[in-house]
């Protein structure tokens, strides 16, 4: 089992930054991809970036290239995704994601979700 805990989320205005925190426990945490999804309301759950069990690749939904930034810290079993010049239609719950294969979909395990609102 693994357990994703993700934090930061808030309110921002538009342009505004804010960095969202992902801690994991229950198993190797450099094993996997991690990432993260978003959801929006009425809308599908999208895949929004992802980084390899040692950080090295990274993978981004086009429309945050350039804005968003995902890393990770092995050490302390967290990921990050650091958001600037965010925009309303960023406003979602953001899920932390862990598994095979997270750009693709194959994902093993998600977190509680934690939202994000951008006003105008």
């Known amino acids: 089992q693994v357990q994703l805990v993700e934090s930061g989320g808030g309110l921002v205005q538009a342009g505004g930054s804010l960095r969202l925190t992902c801690a994991a426990s229950g198993r190797t945490f450099s094993t996997y991809n991690m990432g993260w999804f978003r959801q929006a309301p009425g809308k599908e759950r999208e895949f929004v970036a992802a980084?390899?069990?040692?950080?090295?690749?990274?993978a981004y939904l086009n429309s945050v290239k350039g804005r968003f930034t995902i890393s990770r810290d092995n050490a302390k079993n967290m990921i990050y995704l650091r958001m600037n010049s965010l925009k309303p239609e960023d406003t979602a719950v953001y899920y932390c994601?862990?598994?095979?294969?997270?750009?693709?979909?194959?994902?093993?395990?998600w977190g509680q979700g934690t939202q994000v609102t951008v006003s105008s």
């Open positions: 980084v390899s069990g040692s950080g090295a690749s990274t």
């Open positions: 994601t862990y598994g095979p294969s997270v750009a693709t979909g194959n994902i093993d395990y």
